[in-house]
């Protein structure tokens, strides 16, 4: 039986220094909050806290689902983690109906700004710390996609690799990009409030983090959702898949492929088609030759392998497989 230890380490490294590090934010900006009465930095502050709950949340959940399969629970428990995301997602849907809800009071009563120099310090920092949470998302989301490129180029290859990466990998990469830009929007409006007379400012961004929460809280919930349903795998793994298969030189073809991600892992199932005139025992040890080749990839939690005799018909299109082999 796995120890909690042993899970706590599997778990998800992004989201537990994600939780870590909103937690500090979100005192210091409530402190802040309350000290100068600065809206933004209530939203921030309200931001950073339920960035830290939920990421926190999604953190035991990212545990759990590494939980081994039971003879209960055959399929082990991958789409738990797509369930603590849902629950993660109406918890930031609270905070940004009341971040919108105080941008749109500050709008009708605004304040004066006041203890410009701390706000403005603490703004920069979260700034800062969001950034940095930002940039190990990224890393994350590339060293679990399995991509490999160097200096700038590693943000555009985040942006298009985040659909496969884990659900908490996801998440947290979503909400710190709000995070910094929310903390950037912010810091402008302390400036704006302090050097202008335009005081409505502070409400206007107060309203903009909270409209970015809500869109954050409606990606990541419907990312999940259909991940509890069972959603198929991204092309670029089926590829992948596609590509191993066919590098064996007796396949010849493949008759049938179904791939079903749930959480982070994949399930494989698949016919495929052998070269006429092998003997049984011959294509068992293809089979299980097939399978183990598949196994060793490190999201492909189990693969169920049908074999049957080349029909002569090709059934899989060779250009879907071009990019892989």
């Given at each position: 039986m796995e120890s909690i230890g042993e899970l706590v380490k599997r778990g998800n490294k992004s989201s537990a220094s994600a939780a870590l590090g909103n937690a500090a934010l979100a005192l210091v900006?409530?402190?802040?909050?309350?000290?100068?009465?600065?809206?933004?930095?209530?939203?921030?502050?309200?931001?950073?806290?339920?960035?830290?709950?939920?990421?926190?949340?999604?953190?035991?959940?990212?545990?759990?689902?590494?939980?081994?399969?039971?003879?209960?629970?055959?399929?082990?428990?991958?789409?738990?983690?797509?369930?603590?995301?849902?629950?993660?997602?109406?918890?930031?849907?609270?905070?940004?109906?009341?971040?919108?809800?105080?941008?749109?009071?500050?709008?009708?009563?605004?304040?004066?700004?006041?203890?410009?120099?701390?706000?403005?310090?603490?703004?920069?920092l979260s700034v800062l710390i969001d950034g940095m949470v930002l940039v190990k998302a990224m890393n994350e989301i590339l060293k679990e996609t399995g991509v490999q490129v160097k200096g700038w180029r590693k943000i555009l290859a985040a942006f298009r690799s985040v659909g496969r990466a884990a659900p908490p990998t996801r998440l947290v990469f979503y909400e710190d990009i709000v995070a910094t830009l929310g903390a950037f929007v912010a810091l402008i409006s302390v400036f704006v409030s302090h050097f202008t007379p335009f005081r409505q400012f502070d409400g206007i961004a107060t309203v903009m983090i909270g409209l970015l929460m809500a869109a954050v809280a409606l990606k990541v919930g419907y990312d999940n959702m259909i991940g509890l349903i069972g959603v198929a795998a991204p092309k670029e793994v089926e590829d992948k898949v596609a590509g191993i298969l066919f590098s064996d030189p007796i396949v010849t073809d493949i008759n049938f492929m179904r791939i079903v991600q749930e959480g982070r892992f994949y399930h494989v199932e698949c016919d495929v088609e052998l070269r006429p005139g092998l003997t049984l025992a011959e294509a068992d040890d293809i089979k299980f030759r097939l399978r183990d080749r598949l196994l060793a990839e490190p999201q492909i939690a189990d693969v169920v392998i049908g074999i049957i005799e080349d029909n002569g018909v090709q059934d899989w299109r060779p250009e879907r497989t071009a990019s892989a082999i």
């Open positions: 900006k409530g402190i802040a909050a309350f000290v100068s009465g600065s809206g933004t930095m209530f939203a921030s502050a309200m931001h950073s806290l339920a960035d830290s709950v939920n990421q926190g949340f999604v953190f035991v959940g990212s545990i759990l689902a590494e939980k081994e399969p039971t003879p209960r629970f055959p399929a082990g428990f991958g789409r738990l983690i797509n369930l603590f995301c849902v629950v993660a997602v109406m918890v930031v849907s609270m905070m940004a109906y009341e971040t919108v809800r105080e941008g749109i009071q500050l709008l009708m009563e605004p304040h004066e700004p006041t203890h410009f120099l701390l706000n403005a310090a603490i703004l920069a």
